[in-house]
């Protein structure tokens, strides 16, 4: 992997960590972040090895804490829609073919839970905080958060933290559905890893396609979804992996899968 100056990128066997390390910063999202971490996505999209992606924050105060809004000063109406129009981060996170867990540790605001929305699981600690603030600022969240808040933990929901900019802690996070699991700060990388590691267990292929039909779900009608359900139910028929699941099933044995 290359260097980079607001990221990093580290390789665990199957499983990729990358984390926005700007600490000083409470690990908020600049351009610099948007850029590197969007050709880190690219990099590891093309890397067989790596099959689950964990996104984090740097030290244990913040996930991250959203937008630099210090940015946000030099920014017209024309060139800040030009840049959202551009590949982005949220976006690069939404279509990254492998599963992406958010490991939070800490604030998760604006931006920030804008980027664990991307995400396909959320795993947090007992610490967390949510947010969507913008609206103190006379903004609406502009990085996918009231599109993809709403689909996950419904519109009322979602409208009340839009509309107020208040914070939930963890404990509420989870009972609205907005993350999978909630740890000891202590615990979250040890879980965290856990779980990216049993689903890196599985065929990739499978996972992929798991992932894409789940995606589809919420944005297409039922009869839609189940068109696209059975012909990649029916795409894995064509895979190695497909005929490795089957006969270490019939043997009694553990599967290797090798994402062919």
Same mark, same amino acid.
């Given at each position: 992997m290359p260097s980079y100056e607001t990221i990093t990128v580290e390789k665990r066997n199957a499983v990729a960590v990358l984390t926005i390390n700007r600490p000083d910063k409470l690990n908020a999202l600049?351009?610099?972040?948007?850029?590197?971490?969007?050709?880190?996505?690219?990099?590891?999209?093309?890397?067989d090895s790596v099959r689950v992606l964990v996104f984090t924050g740097a030290g244990e105060k913040c996930f991250v804490a959203g937008a630099d809004i210090s940015? !946000?000063? $030099?920014? @017209?109406?024309?060139?800040?829609? %030009?840049? !959202?129009? $551009?590949? @982005?981060?949220?976006?690069?996170? %939404?279509? !990254?073919?492998?599963?992406?867990?958010?490991m939070i540790n800490g604030f998760c605001?604006?931006?920030g839970n804008e980027l664990a929305l991307a995400c396909d699981l959320r795993v947090c600690s007992e610490n967390a905080k949510f947010s969507q603030p913008e609206i103190n600022l006379g903004l609406i969240p502009g990085g996918g958060g009231t599109q993809r808040l709403a689909r996950l933990i419904g519109e009322g929901r979602a409208m009340e933290i839009m509309l107020t900019g208040d914070m939930i802690d963890a404990q509420t996070a989870f009972k609205f559905g907005l993350v999978n699991h909630v740890?000891?700060?202590?615990?979250?990388?040890?879980?965290?890893?856990?779980?990216?590691?049993?689903?890196?267990?599985?065929?990739?292929?499978?996972?992929?396609?798991?992932?894409?039909?789940?995606?589809?779900?919420?944005?297409?009608?039922l009869d839609e979804g189940l068109r696209r359900e059975v012909d990649l139910f029916a795409l894995c028929f064509s895979t190695e992996d497909k005929q490795e699941g089957v006969s270490a099933f019939l043997e009694k044995r553990k599967p290797v899968f090798k994402g062919k």
């Open positions: 600049n351009k610099h972040v948007h850029r590197e971490s969007v050709a880190a996505l690219d990099e590891l999209r093309r890397d940015e !946000f000063q $030099e920014q @017209t109406p024309v060139s800040q829609r %030009d840049l !959202f129009h $551009e590949k @982005t981060l949220f976006n690069s996170i %939404d279509t !990254f073919p492998k599963p992406v867990i958010a605001l604006g931006g740890y000891p700060l202590a615990e979250l990388e040890e879980k965290t890893m856990e779980l990216a590691n049993k689903i890196a267990d599985k065929a990739p292929i499978a996972l992929q396609l798991a992932k894409e039909a789940v995606k589809f779900a919420s944005r297409s009608n």
